[in-house]
């Protein structure tokens, strides 16, 4: 797909991965809906005409269709769909105060989760209507964010860890779904990126999960992760997909 003049919703898009994508996404010509409980990190881009801002709770199926309608009064059409909204927390399954908190564990599920296969079936069912941007009938790209947690899920993260792991076995029957709509289907699998979260961590804590990188032996950054989603999103012959991105990292149990 050629993005210049297409529009894609964000997830997550107010900072992090999301907010790298955004910035790529608008550099290679597209329009932006940022769906995000937060504001716009950078304000150069809040303040852009192929950059639409809704407030979003991408867990509540009305909060996800009316940032849709607005979408497409804005921008007449959805192209690209890419999930990165998510939290995580850190919980054993019984920690010293008791069994893992259930609706801890819904939460996060809800979220990373619900909230992704919820903005994702709105986004998919506009795409439907998008007139074929290829021979093959080509009318959508949704990109997924999982985590090297789906597979190498640490001490702490069972609700992560399913959350994400959910996504990535989600990924291969969407993609089949879709299919004879012309939409492709996605997952990026992120190991350790520096994103905001990591502000608040001790250095020997980052120099510990570099030592962890097979190579290079660094943290990822979040512009690496956006330069995968747009290599997706233009590359056809890439679907049903879960893609690491993580220097080769696996993840020890601690």
Do not use: W
């Not at 304000?43 to 867990?59: F, K, M, T």
């Not at 990165?84 to 819904?106: E, N, S, W």
């Amino acid at each position: 797909m050629k993005i210049s003049g297409k529009t894609a919703i964000v997830t997550g898009g107010a900072s992090g991965l999301g907010l790298a994508t955004v910035k790529r996404l608008v550099d290679a010509g597209a329009n932006v809906s940022v769906f995000d409980l937060n504001a716009l990190a950078d304000e150069s881009l809040a303040g852009s005409a192929q950059v639409l801002c809704r407030q979003v709770d991408v867990a509540d199926a009305s909060s996800v269709t009316a940032a849709v309608s607005d979408t497409l009064a804005r921008f007449g059409a959805i192209h690209i769909c890419c999930n990165f909204a998510g939290i995580a927390v850190a919980a054993k399954t019984i920690g010293r105060d008791g069994p893992h908190a259930l609706d801890l564990y819904d939460k996060v599920i809800r979220v990373n989760l619900v909230g992704a296969f919820n903005v994702l079936r709105l986004a998919a069912a506009q795409m439907v209507a998008n007139e074929p941007f290829d021979a093959h009938g080509g009318r959508g790209v949704i990109i997924n964010t999982a985590s090297v947690a789906a597979f190498e899920g640490q001490i702490g993260q069972a609700a992560y860890s399913a959350s994400k792991g959910g996504i990535a076995a989600m990924t291969v029957p969407i993609a089949r779904d879709l299919a004879a709509l012309g939409i492709r289907v996605n997952t990026i699998a992120p190991g350790v990126i520096h994103t905001p979260i990591f502000k608040c961590l001790d250095e020997q804590v980052i120099e510990s999960l570099e030592q962890s990188v097979l190579f290079p032996k660094r943290l990822g950054a979040p512009d690496e992760v956006a330069r995968l989603a747009v290599f997706i999103i233009e590359n056809d012959y890439i679907n049903a997909e879960t893609i690491r991105i993580d220097g080769g990292i696996r993840m020890p149990p601690r």
